[in-house]
């Protein structure tokens, strides 16, 4: 069974940057399509960026692309997400998964962005 940890949220004011950590024990993520997701306050968990096995196609929503870029170091286990020029609109709570959400979810990671 897969555990994901996430962490690297905190409070940030807008324009800053935060770099999120997604590590995995129990299992190699290699053969996984990962995706960060996140769930702000009265709102339902979105996909925020997704990446492929080998890390050569990713995908953004269209709300952080340009912003946000997701990388994956399979030799460590870890997904990463790069988040750059942040809004107040990217505070949520944010979280790891394979892409069909399919593992246990972790307790995510608080991402505060002030304005």
């Known amino acids: 069974q897969v555990q994901l940890v996430e962490s690297g949220g905190g409070l940030v004011q807008a324009g800053g940057s935060l770099r999120l950590s997604c590590a995995a024990s129990g299992r190699t993520l290699s053969s996984y399509f990962m995706g960060w997701f996140r769930q702000a306050p009265g709102k339902e968990r979105e996909v925020v960026a997704t990446i492929s096995w080998s890390g050569d196609r990713t995908d953004y929503a269209d709300s952080v692309k340009g912003r946000f870029t997701i990388s994956r170091e399979n030799a460590k286990n870890t997904v990463y997400l790069q988040m750059n020029s942040l809004k107040p609109e990217d505070t949520a709570v944010y979280y790891c998964?394979?892409?069909?959400?399919?593992?246990?979810w972790g307790q995510g990671t608080q991402v505060t962005v002030s304005s």
């Open positions: 998964n394979d892409k069909g959400t399919t593992l246990n």
